[in-house]
């Protein structure tokens, strides 16, 4: 069982606050990624945990117990870094092996540990070679290995897929969150990559400079982001943001742009007021929830197609909308006809998945 | 603008045969795109289209005339280089003027062609800027505004967007589609990412190990692809290979092995009539088109929810089905249930878009 609990942690280097109130618990046998551009401190984050970070403020717990100060040997924590460090005169079994007879394991508990772990990593026509004679990738897999192969408390990864290519990437980051689910091992997960994010956490905390965003489930990320940080992070191609006004007119909410107008659902437009610190808001689409058709219809909108990309069964469609470019994206098939290059072409905005957020906080009200 | 031909290109590195009759027609005008793994001679026949390597053997036409002989200055061919290396002393004014100065054109005509570009690609508040003033995006546009001032018959892009990060990379390449577009100059585009090379290309040319494997529009390669290889290639996830046979019983085909049996459609049980029950196959399907369902329905095939991962508005979902591991991914909305970890599911294949491939020799037979 080991939990972890960051309460206040803070990190000051110099006069630059690196880290800003970090509140963070991750419960026994969760995979919680931290993800964020680079620069945000997610990796400063697992330095604290594993101990290599002292906080300038602020208390870290495993456990349930105060780790602040002790070493990093005795945490009980495997780390996998971005740069792989390897023992570079050790074979693939041997850097595996070696932790394990530290640990005064028994044979058999060995053999059996390092059996699976090769099974997992398909590394078994490479356990004879040598770090040197590894590419980038199988090295990454190397050091995945020795640490899952030590089964400690915690799991510490940053960026471990980092260097495998695309299609490699896809494959291995569902077999190690089955690997991580099977073992229950609580884990934190460090990557830029928000599809990854999405694929392998059961929380999500999205970082931008220092400070923690948000903290949710893939779902409660991509479908209710707190701010507009989070809404434009999540999802490819990112959500569309719009510059809007809110209204009362009649005893309805009203969002107004220069090229059109919307009423706003009554069930979520009393909350949208409420919170509203100005009439200025953003109105957020994300690309699917955009439909779009040959012909006008009711609600609809004019634009022209300004690019056309195909990808798989899918189409992803630049819209000239006034001065700006819209995204929208949908499958072939749904969309019933091939839209050609300065088309006009009309857009319905998806009611239940329009976002609303306060053009002065960045923050969601709706 | 022209038309290219490449007749019978051959590329030897020593042993390497890196490029291996290469056989090519890009319109004018079109975007073409060289799509392959490292070491597929992509980037080998780009240089030997510049004139930077000499074929073994082989012609390059370039608007009907031959240009094997001709020094990579005298080919009128433009050329842009992963990082943009823009002149970083150089306002944008004088990255336009610098190619023409060096043909001696008379200076009120250059003048003209940089105000014309400066038009073109709405960089007039811009030109006195120096690289470092700019952003990405019209760093790209003035790479490509200095590349192409000289007017170049052909414009050769080698891994425009691979330094950029995944966010800016979706952003730029659909502005370099339209920009492209915009220009009308055939254009040949390498890269190793098939998420690119489908959004980009008016045709994509898939090479492995120095051979073409199939030449075809994005939605073709796509949805016919030639072999198991550009199958495996094209998609994310990846398409799933299932090895099988086929099976007459009573009066219909069925697909099978040790897992599961499924009737073929008429319409598809006839295209593989002639296809020996002896003979060993590959079933191909990809991941959204497998519809999950929580109950059994006829013609399904059972699977048990081994990994779920959630993916914007999507859902991926590893399905574990005896010793195979399958993918799916469908919209989460459309999906009519959640699936859970463990359950128990059925499988439909959507008919109208599986493949089956000849095992020894790879190729698509359907």
């Not at chain 1, 070679?129 to 030590?150: I, K």
């Not at chain 1, 830029?192 to 392998?200: I, L, P, R, W």
Request: glycine residues 8%; negative net charge; contains cysteine.
């Amino acid at each position: 069982m080991a939990d972890i609990k960051l309460e206040d942690v803070a990190v000051r280097f110099d006069h630059d606050d690196v880290l800003k109130d970090i509140n963070l618990t991750i419960a026994d046998g969760e995979l919680h990624v931290l993800v964020g551009p680079s620069g945000c401190g997610k990796t400063l984050v697992l330095r604290i945990i594993a101990g290599l970070t002292e906080p300038t403020k602020g208390k870290v717990y495993i456990d349930g117990r105060l780790v602040n100060g002790v070493p990093p040997g005795d945490r009980d924590i495997a780390m996998v870094f971005q740069r792989f460090a390897l023992y570079p005169y050790m074979t693939v079994r041997e850097n595996w092996v070696f932790p394990l007879e530290a640990a005064r394991l028994p044979q058999e508990e060995i053999e059996a540990r390092i059996k699976a772990v090769t099974e997992f990593l398909q590394m078994g026509p490479l356990m004879g070679r040598y770090p040197r004679e590894l590419s980038g990738g199988q090295q990454q897999r190397v050091a995945l290995g020795r640490a899952l192969v030590r089964r400690p408390r915690i799991f510490l990864m940053d960026e471990p897929l980092g260097s495998q290519d695309a299609k490699i990437r896809v494959e291995m980051r569902a077999r190690l969150k089955k690997l991580q689910m099977d073992l229950g091992i609580t884990t934190v997960y460090v990557t830029h990559d928000q599809v990854e994010a999405q694929a392998v956490g059961d929380k999500i905390a999205v970082m931008e400079k220092g400070t923690i965003k948000q903290i949710g489930s893939p779902e409660e990320i991509y479908d209710k982001p707190a701010n507009l940080f989070v809404a434009g992070f999540f999802g490819t191609p990112r959500m569309n943001f719009l510059d809007c006004t809110l209204s009362r007119e009649g005893g309805q909410l009203h969002l107004h742009h220069p090229l059109f107008k919307l009423v706003l659902p009554p069930a979520g437009a009393a909350s949208i007021e409420a919170s509203a610190s100005s009439q200025e808001v953003i109105l957020g689409l994300r690309p699917e929830y955009i439909e779009l058709s040959e012909t006008a219809g009711v609600d609809s909108m004019p634009a022209e197609v300004y690019v056309v990309e195909p990808q798989s069964n899918e189409l992803i469609v630049g819209l000239k909308f006034g001065e700006e470019i819209l995204k929208m994206r949908a499958d072939r098939d749904d969309l019933g006809f091939e839209p050609k290059l300065n088309q006009k072409v009309f857009m319905t905005f998806d009611s239940e998945s329009m976002h609303v957020f306060d053009r002065t906080t960045g923050q969601r009200i709706g | 603008m022209a038309k290219l031909a490449l007749e019978h290109l051959h590329c030897w590195y020593g042993q390497t045969h890196a490029v291996d009759d290469q056989n090519l027609v890009v319109e004018d005008g079109e975007l073409c795109v060289l799509l392959g793994p490292t070491g597929c001679g992509k980037t080998s026949t780009l240089r030997m289209i510049a004139g930077f390597v000499r074929p073994a053997s082989g012609d390059i036409y370039l608007d009907g005339e031959r240009i094997n002989d001709l020094y990579p200055g005298n080919r009128n061919i433009a050329m842009i280089f992963q990082s943009y290396a823009l002149y970083p002393h150089m306002t944008v004014r004088e990255q336009f003027a610098f190619p023409l100065k060096a043909t001696k054109m008379p200076a009120k005509e250059i003048e003209r062609r940089v105000q014309e570009m400066a038009n073109f690609l709405h960089m007039h508040e811009l030109m006195d800027r120096y690289p470092a003033e700019l952003s990405t995006g019209q760093r790209q546009r003035v790479a490509v505004g200095r590349a192409v001032i000289r007017r170049p018959k052909l414009f050769l892009m080698d891994e425009p967007l691979s330094q950029l990060d995944a966010r800016l990379r979706v952003e730029m390449r659909a502005n370099l589609r339209r920009l492209q577009q915009d220009l009308g100059i055939t254009t040949i585009y390498v890269t190793h990412d098939q998420t690119e090379a489908q959004s980009v290309g008016d045709k994509i040319v898939v090479m492995r190990l120095g051979r073409i494997q199939q030449v075809g529009s994005p939605l073709e390669v796509y949805r016919n692809p030639a072999n198991l290889f550009v199958a495996g290639f094209i998609g994310s996830p990846p398409m799933n290979f299932l090895d099988c046979r086929l099976e007459q019983r009573e009066s219909q085909i069925y697909v099978r092995n040790n897992n599961f049996a499924f009737p073929l459609r008429p319409e598809l049980a006839q295209r593989v009539s002639d296809i020996p029950s002896e003979q060993q196959l590959v079933l191909g399907v990809r991941p959204e088109h497998i519809q999950l369902s929580p109950e059994a329905r006829p013609n399904t095939v059972p699977a048990e929810v081994y990994v779920l991962e959630p993916q914007s508005n999507e859902l991926i979902v590893d399905l574990k089905l005896g010793d195979l591991t399958l993918k799916m991914r469908g919209d989460k909305r459309e999906m009519g249930f959640k699936p859970q970890l463990n359950q128990k599911v059925w499988m439909e294949f959507q008919q109208e878009y599986l493949h089956l491939f000849d095992e020894g020799s790879e190729a698509c037979l359907i």
